[in-house]
C-alpha cells in the first residue's frame, strides 16, 4: 500500500491528469488502494475469520475493476488512434472527455458486478444463501454454472481489451506495410 501509495502521489504529480487515459490509470491505481486501506481498517473491528472474507471480497472488486478499466482504456487507445479526426472533431478539448470515460468506467464496473450478484442470489438463494452453509445443499451442476458465470464476468473486459488491441496490431501492422510499399 506505501509503495502503491508513492507511485500515485509520483504519477499524480508527473501527469496531466485531466487527459481521459491518464485519468483512467489514475483511478485504476486509486481503487485497490482504497480497498487495501479499507481492508487494513476493518481488520481493527471484525474477527479474523469475517475479515478474510470482506478481504476476499474487495480483492474481487479490485479485479474487476481492473479488468474494466483496461478494456474502457483499450477502447480509448483504438479511437485515439484509428478515429482521431472523429475524436478530435466530437471533443476539441480532449480533457471534455474525461468525465464520460470515467462514467463508462465505473458503469460498466457496477453493470457487471450487479449482473454477477443477481445471478449469485438468483440461483443461490433457493438452497439457503445467504446462510454459511448453503453450498452444502447446491446441486454440482449449479456450483458449476455459478462458477463459470463468475470467471465469465472477469472474461468479458479481458475479450474487449484484446479485441481493441489486437485491432490496433493489425493497424499497426498495415501502417508498416504502406510504409514498406512507399520505399
Known amino acids: 500500500m506505501t509503495f502503491l501509495s508513492i507511485g500515485i502521489y509520483g504519477m499524480y504529480q508527473g501527469i496531466e491528469i485531466k487527459h481521459p487515459l491518464f485519468a483512467l490509470l489514475f483511478s485504476n491505481l486509486i481503487f485497490p488502494n482504497v480497498a487495501t486501506f479499507l481492508n487494513f481498517l476493518v481488520l481493527a473491528f471484525f474477527p479474523f475469520k469475517n475479515w478474510v472474507r470482506m478481504s476476499m471480497f474487495s480483492s474481487f472488486l479490485s479485479l474487476l475493476f481492473h479488468t474494466t478499466s483496461w478494456s474502457i482504456i483499450s477502447v480509448l487507445r483504438y479511437l485515439h488512434i484509428e478515429h482521431q479526426d472523429w475524436l478530435n472533431d466530437k ?75 489486437i485491432l490496433l496490431g493489425a493497424l499497426e501492422n498495415k501502417n508498416r506495410q504502406s510504409q514498406y510499399r512507399k520505399r
Open 91 to 165: 471533443w476539441p478539448d480532449i480533457t471534455k472527455l474525461q468525465p464520460i470515460v470515467l462514467v463508462v468506467q465505473f458503469l460498466a464496473f457496477v453493470l457487471l458486478l450487479l449482473t454477477n450478484v443477481v445471478v449469485f442470489a438468483l440461483l443461490a438463494s433457493p438452497y439457503g444463501w445467504p446462510a454459511k452453509s448453503f453450498l452444502k445443499y447446491v446441486p454440482p451442476n449449479v456450483q458449476i454454472f455459478l462458477s463459470i458465470f463468475a470467471v465469465s464476468v472477469f472474461t468479458l473486459p479481458v475479450i474487449v481489451s484484446g479485441i481493441f488491441y
